[in-house]
């Protein structure tokens, strides 16, 4: 699962505000003196290759991994990332074991072959040509192989192109040819040391969609079908202004391809171990691979991707895990990278009534059940003890599932879901003590569980004792140790809530010296009691006048809290969205919090020491002093509850927040996720209200589209979409550059927003912002909101 603060590693160093265009070092890339070409007559050794004429590609004999297999491959130079990235293979069926003398050869008959050391041809191209004196075999830049007659180079006799193997690089088709109702399929390596045909393949249907398959027959994905711009569900890959798709259909066939309109960057798609189709940009700037696509989301939605008796953890990191009562059938698949084995059990059933089931909760039940007429569970669970291949039932309101054979595409959810029994041999129920998600229904289990449970309770009452005899103001650096006692005293027992987010609630507190205090009880910790005292501390030590000051924590058994000063303006949307009108605050006092808040940001995102991406920007999580200063709050709260986290995210999906789209797009989260929720929070700043309104016909009004179309699109003056209350009473060049600012924040592609140093300068006007492009992607998320609250309600 993405974790914020590591992410940023990954940060995709681009500007798109042409007066601030950095211009990137441009090291001459490669002095390659390659060939680019092979003649008639010549061959390739083992050790030889060819260079495209840029240094992109690279034409060779290859080895994946620790395999004794040997292949005949382009790839990526190694300008794109440590490893090389292999694009394309030829023999990936029929691999060479002795490479020494193995060569690719060029026959003056047209025919292009790969000879293993016997001399036997065992991959062959199978082309002919009768104009051999003028043949060549070149590796163009843009990675195709092209055989073809130097003399009449648009005449292609052979290409590459049109045998893709798993990777689809811009400028390539993907066919689908409609005379012989046939598409060129990407089909996954087996493994990562394989690259011989694995499960997975993605293809062009004859219905104009692509499609994911496994194992050539089951389908477990559609991008739906093309709609003139891009497929229906699949909107980040329409053409916008990183990449340029286009569909074409003749009567021939029908085919689509993709370019990127900018000559630096590099991209691929290919179709993953995983199951899941990824796409990967690299940037001149970096020369690094960063995932930008990936279908589906998750590889628990993958067919099968844990195999047999597998089960795909859904709340945390996607992996996958044999049930209890089962072992990995293939450990060194899995060490590839290929789960798809599964898992065998452990002990064989005793094929009589003597077998026991385990109870699973929270599951996502496995495909094909077999639906049972009987009106119980107890009767559910003697029909499937009564078929010796039945291996799992389930009891709901819908009646009796049971499952035979093969148990697939199990996975563990968050909540929700159902109770699902799962049958072991006897030996199996007694011996399982570890795993918590797997219950054994047994007597002794359950008491077995309650004397934990008592012993637990216990820990957790001298717990408590111990904290109550030491002494409140434990240090530790500059932060205070709080006891649970001391928070719970000081906040009469939790009873004034002043705040929520993300990551939970927030109470009102005074100290025994009568300080006032917010106390937080964070919610969904994943760390341990020492990885959080180092976390906190190390948040501790970030210190800027817009950020708040952490003054101490709480970390006793399972609590977590961190506490904070007090601010007596609270938070920023108490003022926005709930003035009466008196209390409106003006014009100058937003611009200066909207610098103050960019700042702070700027702060964590450029000058902390590790990197910090904050992932909850908005009004709620903004604080403001008694001078209205304003204070991030909760910044570097991502990074201790995380899987707390990326669940609010998934809940958030598609919905119009403050959250960028990259959330729900599987891409890479740097700092300018953050940049988004700004500009997003910068609209309300401006406006006065939420960005979103419901109206009772329940369509949905965006003021950023609404305000974009009456500045940019009509003309209109900027202080037209000023909050009324304002009266107009408002710096215009200043609201200008706020609107100007908060539109370039909130673009769709990451690369296109500023940093937000740059937001920093803009908002002083230190630097000038070009006016923003038109946001239709904007109107198509209000678009989708009216559809997913017409099915929520
Ligand atoms: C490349 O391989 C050929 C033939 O196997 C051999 O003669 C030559 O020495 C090798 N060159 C290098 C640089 O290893
Ligand atoms: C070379 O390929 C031929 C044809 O596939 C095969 O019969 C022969 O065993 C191979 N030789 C070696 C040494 O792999
Ligand atoms: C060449 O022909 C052989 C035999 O018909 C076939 O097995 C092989 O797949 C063909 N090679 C290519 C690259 O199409
Ligand atoms: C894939 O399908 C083939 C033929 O339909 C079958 O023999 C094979 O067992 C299947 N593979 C898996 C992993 O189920
Ligand atoms: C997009 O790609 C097509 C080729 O498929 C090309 O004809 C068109 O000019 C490209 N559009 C832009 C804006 O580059
Ligand atoms: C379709 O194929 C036929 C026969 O090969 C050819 O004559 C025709 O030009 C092709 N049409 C297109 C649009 O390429
Ligand atoms: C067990 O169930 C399978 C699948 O429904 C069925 O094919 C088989 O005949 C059953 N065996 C017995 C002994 O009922
Ligand atoms: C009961 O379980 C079956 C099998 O998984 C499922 O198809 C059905 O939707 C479930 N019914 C309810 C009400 O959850």
């Known amino acids: 699962m993405s974790l914020c603060v590591e992410m940023r590693d990954k940060l995709l160093f681009f500007f798109v505000l042409s007066p601030l265009l950095l211009i990137f070092s441009s090291k001459a890339l490669h002095c390659n003196a390659a060939a680019d070409t092979i003649s008639a007559g010549q061959s390739l050794t083992a050790n030889q290759t060819i260079v495209s004429k840029g ?25 794109y990332g440590q490893s090389r990235t292999v694009i394309w293979v030829a023999n990936r069926d029929e691999p060479i074991i002795d490479l020494s003398s193995s060569e690719l050869k060029l026959l003056e008959n047209g025919n292009l072959v790969i000879l293993n050391e016997s001399k036997a041809s065992i991959w062959s191209t199978n082309s002919t040509s009768t104009a051999s004196n003028s043949l060549e075999l070149i590796l163009g830049d843009d990675g195709n192989l092209v055989l073809r007659n130097r003399l009449n180079p648009s005449v292609v006799i052979w290409q590459s192109f049109d045998h893709l193997t798993d990777t689809w690089i811009p400028g390539a088709k993907l066919k689908y040819d409609k005379r012989s109702k046939r598409a060129v399929k990407l089909i996954s390596w087996k493994n990562s040391e394989d690259p011989s045909p694995g499960l997975f393949s993605l293809e062009l249907t004859s219905d104009s969609e692509f499609v994911i398959i496994w194992n050539r027959s089951r389908q477990y994905w559609t991008s739906g079908v093309w709609d003139g711009q891009g497929f229906s569900l699949v909107p980040e890959m329409k053409s916008r202004s990183t990449f340029n798709y286009s569909f074409t259909s003749n009567e021939n066939e029908s085919y689509i391809t993709y370019y990127l309109y900018d000559k630096n960057m590099r991209a691929r798609l290919k179709v993953d171990l995983s199951g899941q189709v990824k796409q990967f940009l690299s940037l ?42 089962f072992k990995e059938k293939s450990p060194q698949d899995l060490n590839l990278g290929d789960p798809s ?6 002990t064989p059933l005793l094929c009589r009534k003597k077998d026991k089931f385990l109870l699973m909760s929270s599951m996502k039940a496995p495909v094909n059940p077999v639906p049972s007429a009987v009106d119980s569970s107890a009767n559910c669970q003697s029909a499937c003890l009564n078929n010796c291949s039945c291996n799992a039932y389930l009891y709901n309101s819908t009646g009796c599932s049971l499952w035979y054979g093969d148990l697939l595409n199990i996975q563990q959810l968050d909540n929700g879901g159902d109770e699902l029994y799962i049958r072991v041999a006897p030996s199996e129920v007694s011996s399982s003590k570890k795993e918590s998600i797997y219950r054994p229904v047994t007597l002794g289990a359950i008491a077995g569980t309650l004397v934990l449970l008592g012993l637990v309770l216990v820990a957790i009452w001298l717990w408590g004792k111990r904290g109550s005899v030491e002494t409140p103001n434990a240090v530790e650096g500059s932060l205070v140790a709080f006891t649970y006692r001391d928070l719970k005293n000081a906040s009469k027992n939790f009873s004034e809530i002043v705040g929520s987010g993300a990551f939970g609630s927030v109470f009102k507190g005074i100290l025994p010296d009568s300080t006032l205090i917010a106390v937080k009880k964070l919610e969904g910790i994943s760390q341990g009691e020492k990885q959080f005292r180092s976390e906190v501390s190390t948040i501790g030590l970030i210190q800027h006048a817009n950020l708040v000051r952490l003054r101490g ?17 609270r938070s920023l949307n108490t003022h926005l969205f709930h003035q009466k009108d008196s209390n409106v605050l003006s014009w100058n006092i937003r611009y200066q919090i909207a610098i103050g808040i960019a700042r702070g940001i700027a702060y964590l995102h450029d000058e902390c020491r590790d990197y ?50 990259e959330w729900s797009s599987g891409v890479a989260i740097t700092t300018k996720a953050d940049v988004y929720s700004f500009g997003m929070m910068l609209f309300e700043i401006i406006s006065g209200r939420r960005n979103l309104k419901q109206s009772k016909d329940g369509k949905a009004w965006f003021f950023p589209t609404w305000a974009a179309n009456k500045v940019i699109s009509e003309g209109q003056p900027v202080l037209s979409i000023l909050d009324s209350k304002l009266e107009g009473n408002a710096d215009v060049e200043e609201l200008t550059r706020a609107f100007r600012v908060a539109c370039w924040c909130i673009q769709e592609e990451a690369v296109q927003r500023p940093s937000m140093g740059q937001v ?3 908002l002083k006007g230190l630097l000038e912002a070009n006016p ?14 009216k559809t997913e609250n017409f099915f929520s309600e």
Not at 55 to 79: A, M, Q, V
Not at 341 to 346: E, F, N, Q, T, Y
Not at 559 to 568: A, E, S, T
Not at 773 to 784: D, K
């Open 55 to 79: 240094g992109d590609f690279e034409l060779g004999f290859f080895t994946p991994g620790k395999s004794l297999k040997h292949y005949l491959g382009i790839w990526y130079t190694k300008t």
């Open 284 to 325: 001149e700037a970096t020369k690094e691979w960063n995932l930008v696509l990936s279908k589906p989301l998750s590889p628990c939605n993958v067919y099968t991707y844990c195999g047999p008796f597998g089960c795909c953890n859904n709340v945390e990191d996607s992996s996958c895990q044999c049930l209890q009562g």
């Open 341 to 346: 084995g599964g898992c065998v059990r452990k």
């Open 553 to 569: 924590f709480c970390c006793e058994g399972n609590k977590r809290m961190i506490v904070y000063d007090f601010m007596p303006n």
């Open 612 to 661: 910090i991406i904050h992932c909850d920007i908005k009004p709620e999580n903004i604080l403001l002093d008694a001078d209205f200063t304003p204070k991030v709050a909760d910044f570097g709260l991502a990074k201790l509850v995380c899987r707390e986290f990326s669940r609010v995210v998934t809940t958030m999906r598609g919905t119009i927040g403050y959250m960028a789209p």
């Open 760 to 762: 920093v300068q803009i």
């Open 772 to 785: 923003p492009p038109i946001q239709s992607y904007l109107q198509s998320l209000v678009e989708n909101e």
